[in-house]
T-cell receptor, first 112, second 112 residues
Framework: DQQVKQNSPSLSVQEGRISILNCDYTNSMFDYFLWYKKYPAEGPTFLISISSIKDKNEDGRFTVFLNKSAKHLSLHIVPSQPGDSAVYFCAAGGKWTDKLIFGTGTRLQVFP | DAEITQSPRHKITETGRQVTLACHQTWNHNNMFWYRQDLGHGLRLIHYSYGVQDTNKGEVSDGYSVSRSNTEDLPLTLESAASSQTSVYFC???????????FGPGTRLLVL
């Protein structure tokens, strides 16, 4: 059973517009959430995180929103740039463990 | 600069052979993880370690083993390689707690 789900395998957005990537989770015990970005032939790199005590965290063009009642988080990228084209993974962790559970990823393509 | 490295970056082997993938980190992190990335499955945890002499099974551990004899290294061994183990393998490390995991560049393994 997939505890962290990214239901959109791909997303295409025009440069300058907003990209919204979504992630749903099933385990209410998850305590913190992260987004990773992955370019081809490279390892994932950390992008932004949010604790379950918050509903929003912002870092430059990237904002993560957390809706605990809906068990849903989203990553907003504004404005989108061609260099943002990559696969984005959401991940979740709990207080009881240092392990992360990853979603299946969403491939974002930003076109001119 | 501290880093995490993996070797080899590419490996071709035959079914039934034993294969060892190396992972080395210079952050002095306690936690180390091995994942495999497959299309449609995202990143799945194979094995992990919270310190020297500590190893634990992840969600897809069958056919794999790890050992942790020092802080810096967590080699992953495929006891008898199978075609189903063709994948991209990523090693990661973290300080512990809710700290970010840092990923290596990956090893692409092809089992013929």
């Amino acid at each position: 059973d997939q505890q962290v789900k990214q239901n959109s395998p791909s997303l295409s957005v025009q440069e300058g517009r907003i990209s919204i990537l979504n992630c749903d989770y099933t385990n209410s015990m998850f305590d913190y959430f992260l987004w990773y970005k992955k370019y081809p032939a490279e390892g994932p790199t950390f992008l932004i995180s949010i604790s379950s005590i918050k509903d929003k965290n912002e870092d430059g063009r990237f904002t993560v929103f957390l809706n605990k009642s809906a068990k849903h988080l989203s990553l907003h990228i504004v404005p989108s740039q061609p260099g943002d084209s990559a696969v984005y993974f959401c991940a979740a962790g709990g207080k009881w463990t240092d392990k992360l559970i990853f979603g299946t990823g969403t491939r974002l393509q930003v076109f001119p | 600069d501290a880093e995490i490295t993996q070797s080899p970056r590419h490996k071709i082997t035959e079914t039934g052979r034993q294969v060892t993938l190396a992972c080395h980190q210079t952050w002095n992190h306690n936690n180390m993880f091995w994942y495999r990335q497959d299309l449609g499955h995202g990143l799945r945890l194979i094995h992990y370690s919270y310190g020297v002499q500590d190893t634990n099974k992840g969600e897809v551990s069958d056919g794999y083993s790890v050992s942790r004899s020092n802080t810096e290294d967590l080699p992953l061994t495929l006891e008898s390689a199978a075609s189903s183990q063709t994948s991209v393998y990523f090693c990661a490390s973290s300080e512990g707690g809710q700290e970010t995991q840092y990923f290596g560049p990956g090893t692409r393994l092809l089992v013929l």
